[in-house]
């Protein structure tokens, strides 16, 4: 059975418990100490392999457990790969600016909600233009792991005062990504948008 | 901005004290930058009173009375858990009274702490203990669907809450593997500014069977569900005039509290009454 590494509040383990729980695969979770204690979370392990970086974990899910191949559709791969680069990189600032925020990390909390600002704007412009195209999610024509990859970072930014009044695509597309069969959410994303 | 006597002349925590590396380091109290000493297992914090019971470090910035105590610290089957700091852009006050309340347990923790097709709040007696002053909700009971980090399916859990000073408070409740004692769960609230708080959980708990990492994390869960709530209610600040929020009787404790503060003329971070005069 696939077990997960898992910490409550981490925005990449919640990236790999919303995916399992689209795919309806059961697993068993392990909580890590990883606040306060600094445990290195997800870890996900499925027989021999253990893998525990957030992109590469989705990817082997799709591969593995996803028989339609939406997920990770063969045609859009090139362009979900830049989208897990974008997760682990521009917009992993807003979690980060999140462990200052609510966890006491170090860090300068206005110089990274202004590069988090920038990011969502990128984002949304995405979003806007795609929608421009008449479509609904990030990458191709229906949800891909790049749309779950980026959600929980987004979705968290209120935890360090970024509210979403002024992207209002990204409010157009997190309301469809939470309608999707499975979706679950996780304690500092707001229920009532 | 100064700060009144009856904020000034009380016991405020800091921190766990395994979280302050040897050396110097710095926290924030009361709008006020302290900076704190620890070498060897020695703290200091200026010139102002310090204490390490709990596991945490204490200071004040006036003459307080004793620490408060707490008994169950000394009992040696409790498992003494540090669930890590948590700010909150609220006042420390609306933390406090939001861990006294039990009617949000089926709407902010649904199907966790408490489930909508249960909502009702029983009766439940609060007294004002004059001679520790200190505040005493008693008999207070809810229906749970997971009560615990240990628990497996439902309960009716007894709690108790104490309230020992304006930002700490402690619940007692039954835990589901020895229904004839009372787990404890902390709150310690460090004051940084009036409308910002940092949250220092701390539990002394019967169980088990829960690794550690499954108790800081079921707590955690409660937490963050609850801080959402706490950063979203206006006023920021704690409003003390009636008519200003409506109590209704489940929310006795919180009434008791508010008069409690006043009484003791607390302000620090109460909602300025001219402003709405």
């Keep these: ?193 | 901005m100064s700060v009144e006597a009856a904020a000034l002349d009380q016991w405020y925590t800091l921190g766990a004290l395994r979280d302050f590396p040897q050396g110097e380091s710095r926290r924030r109290l009361l709008g006020t930058d302290l900076a704190i000493s620890h070498i060897g297992d020695r703290f200091s914090v200026g010139d102002l009173p310090v204490r390490t019971d709990y596991g945490h470090l204490w200071t004040s910035l006036g003459t307080p009375r004793p620490l408060f105590d707490i008994p169950e610290v000394h009992e040696a089957d409790r498992r003494r858990v540090y669930c890590g700091a948590v700010t909150v852009r609220a006042s420390g006050l609306r933390l406090i009274e939001n861990f006294l309340d039990l009617a949000h347990f089926p709407y902010v923790h649904s199907d966790v702490l408490g489930v909508e097709e249960r909502p009702e709040v029983a009766r439940y007696e609060v007294e004002q203990r004059r001679d520790v002053d200190e505040l005493w909700a008693t008999k207070c009971e809810f229906f749970q669907p997971r009560a615990a980090a240990s628990a497996e399916g439902g309960q009716i859990s007894q709690y108790m809450y104490r309230v020992v000073t304006p930002f700490n408070v402690m619940l007692y409740k039954t835990p589901p593997t020895a229904p004839n004692r009372w787990d404890m769960v902390a709150l310690f609230v460090q004051p940084v500014e009036p409308d910002l708080s940092i949250a220092h959980p701390y539990m002394l708990v019967i169980d088990d069977s829960s690794t550690e990492a499954e108790l800081v994390g079921f707590q955690q869960m409660i937490f963050l569900q609850d801080k959402i709530v706490l950063e979203n209610q206006r006023p920021r600040l704690l409003p003390l005039q009636p008519g200003r929020e409506t109590p209704t009787r489940a929310d006795l404790s919180s009434v008791l509290y508010r008069r409690w503060l006043k009484e003791k003329q607390l302000r620090y971070g109460v909602e300025e009454p001219a402003a709405f005069a």
Excluded: C
Aim: net charge neutral; aromatic share 8%.
């Design chain 1, 1 to 193: 059975m696939l077990s997960l590494t898992d910490h409550v509040l981490s925005a990449e383990s919640y990236t790999v418990r919303l995916f399992l729980a689209l795919l309806h695969l059961p697993y068993n979770k392990i909580a890590a100490d990883a606040y306060p204690g600094g445990e290195i979370v997800p870890v996900l392990r499925d027989g021999q392999t253990v893998l525990r970086d957030p992109g590469l974990i989705l990817a082997h899910l799709s591969r593995s457990y996803d028989s339609a191949g939406s997920w990770l559709p063969a045609a859009d791969a090139a362009d979900v790969a830049r989208w897990l680069a974008i997760a682990a990189t521009d917009l992993a600032v807003l979690s980060e600016a999140r462990r200052v925020a609510v966890l006491g990390a170090k860090g300068n909390l206005a110089v990274l909600n202004q590069k988090g600002r920038a990011a969502l704007r990128t984002l949304d412009d995405h979003l806007a233009m795609r929608r421009l195209k008449g479509k609904d999610w990030m990458v191709g024509d229906g949800p891909t792991i790049a749309d779950l990859a980026v959600f929980p970072h987004v979705m968290l930014s209120h935890d360090s005062g970024l509210g979403h009044e002024d992207y209002p695509a990204i409010n157009l597309w997190q309301r469809r990504l939470r309608r999707l069969d499975g979706f679950t959410g996780m304690p500092g994303i707001p229920d009532y948008f």
